[in-house]
Every structure is written in C-alpha cells, then in structure tokens.
C-alpha cells in the first residue's frame, strides 16, 4: 500500500514538471520569417490527449503593416516598386554637347529597354583669314534622332542603336580678297585685282540627311530606384558619310602680272579644285561624325 501511494506520488510530480515544461514552451518565441521578422507565441492551445494540431500561433501587426511601417518598427527595409509597364512613365532631359545644346525625351518600353527621342542646336558664326582669303562662315547644327536604351546589366551602363532622320548640319561661308591684296591657292600666290577684287562663296554639307547610329553611356532617365532626377551621359558616333566641300570664286586675280577672270582661267580653276580636293581628303574622317552628350534629366 505504501508503495502504490509512493507511485503515485511520483506519477504526480512527473505530470505537474510536464505540465510546467509545456507552459514554458507557449511562451517561447518562434522564428518562422527569413527576413528578420519575428513571430511571438502568446495565447497557444491548451494540450489536450485529443486534439490532432496545434493552433498556430498570432504575428505581430507589424507584419500586416506597409513596407514604411514595417521599417520604422525594425521589420526589414522599405523599398519602392517602379513600374516598367510599356510607355508608363516620362521623362525630359536638357542636354550640352559637341552638336550643341538639345533635349531628350524618354518612355520605358520594358525593364531594361527605353525608348528616347530628342533634337539638338548650335549656330556659330566667326570671320577669319586663311591664305590671305577673308571668311566669314555660318554655321549651323540641326539634327532629330531616335534611339533605343538597352541596360544589358541592370544598371546604369546602356548601349543605344539610334537613327537619325534629320541630318540639317551644315555650313555656308563669304570669302572676299581685298584689292590690291595678295591670297593663296595651292601655294600659288595671286593678287587680287584692285578692279574686280576676287569675291566667292563656300559651302560643307556634313553628310547624308539621314544616317544610323550607335553610343554608349552612363545614366537611365528612367530611375528603378524611385528617384526623379538624373544625369545621362554618352558618347559614341553617326555614320553620316563623307563630308563635301565646294568652294567658287570669281573676280579677276594677277599672277605674274597677267591677270585673268578665276572663274574661267584653267590655271586658277586647277589650283581651286586642288584646294577643294585636300579640304575634302580633311573631312572625310567625319564620315563617323562623334557624339558626345552630358545632360540633366527628370521623370514626372
């Protein structure tokens, strides 16, 4: 009898110890996110012989919250989704370059693709002399071109096949030899008649009107990141074929105290086109005329 009642008494004391381990374990915490969130158990089940689960138990609100939220209550970082739907969003940008100044319109047409158009201006104008010839050029940089913004890593590095379908570049230019002054024509030297002082025109046409293209650069004008400003960068070329170089002069000019019209003396005329002929042999590496462009973009 004694030994039943110490039994007892024992079966006791390993039921109550069960029973305190079982409290224990409904309020320890239970790590069920990967993310560094945490889940507190706190009203769980009763233990029951009967029962088949366990309820599961309640997350914090903070999971429940918005990213900005969640990140102020130390539940991971907020971040922002962008949309890359197809003509989603746009952005404008004002560029500088080597065509002048221009801007840029830009629409993504998928993540790491951006479809962008833009024009660009410049005009100059600067009298000068060049083998006794007095020039007085104008110059002027029209062009409207579209392009196509791969980011083949996901950053900001783009490679952009374009085209140009206006190619306005060009440049007219007066010259003018004072009478009684002395000009070069392929190292051979003339005066110019005090009667009918040489007078004449010049003109560079920078290529083909339309021309294909392709640069590289630095910059997205349409963040991921959720920001508005940006500052794209590129550099690279168009193949807008050789430049040409016409050059007309008329007037009577001297050589050797026989003075002849330049217009129809054969000598002055082969001396002219000799001229024509090295200009052009200067500009024909322009053929891949250089892009080179920084600017300031912003995504509305």
């Not at 239970?30 to 706190?42: G, N, Q």
């Not at 940008?93 to 951006?114: M, Q, S, Y």
């Not at 959720?226 to 170089?245: L, M, R, T, W």
Request: charged share 15%.
């Amino acid at each position: 009898m004694i030994r039943f009642a110490a039994v007892l008494c024992f079966a006791g004391l390993l039921s109550s110890a069960h029973a305190a381990a079982v409290d224990r374990d409904k309020t320890n915490t239970v790590s069920a996110d990967t993310s560094a969130t945490t889940i507190h158990s706190e009203d769980a089940a009763p233990w029951s012989s009967s029962a088949t689960s366990a309820a599961l138990p309640e997350a914090p609100d903070a999971l429940f919250a918005p990213p900005a939220a969640g990140a102020a209550m130390g539940y991971g970082q907020a971040t922002r989704s962008v949309s890359t739907r197809p003509l989603s969003a746009l952005a404008i940008a004002v560029k500088i370059g080597a065509e002048g100044v221009g801007f840029d319109v830009a629409t993504p047409l998928a993540r790491r693709i951006n479809l962008r158009g833009g024009a660009s201006f410049f005009s100059y104008t600067h009298q000068f002399t060049e083998d006794g010839i007095g020039i007085n050029p104008d110059i002027q940089f029209r062009k409207a071109a579209a392009y196509v913004d791969f980011y083949p890593f996901a950053g900001s590095f783009r490679i952009s096949p374009g085209y140009v379908f206006y190619n306005g570049n060009h440049a007219n230019a007066s010259a003018m030899v004072p009478g009684g002054q002395t000009f070069t024509l392929n190292d051979t030297t003339y005066t110019s008649s005090t009667v009918d002082p040489v007078h004449g025109s010049a003109e560079v046409t920078f290529g083909k009107k339309e021309a294909p293209s392709l640069t590289i650069g630095w910059g997205n004008m349409i963040p991921h990141n959720g920001k508005h400003f940006s500052v794209p960068f590129e550099i690279g070329f168009e193949y807008i074929g050789a430049p040409k170089f016409t050059y007309n002069l008329a007037g009577t000019a001297c050589y050797q105290l026989v003075c002849d019209n330049v217009a129809t003396d054969p000598m002055t005329q082969a001396n002219i086109k000799a001229e024509q002929d090295e200009l052009n042999s200067d500009l024909y590496d322009l053929r891949f005329y250089p892009i080179a462009t920084i600017g300031l973009s912003y995504k509305f």
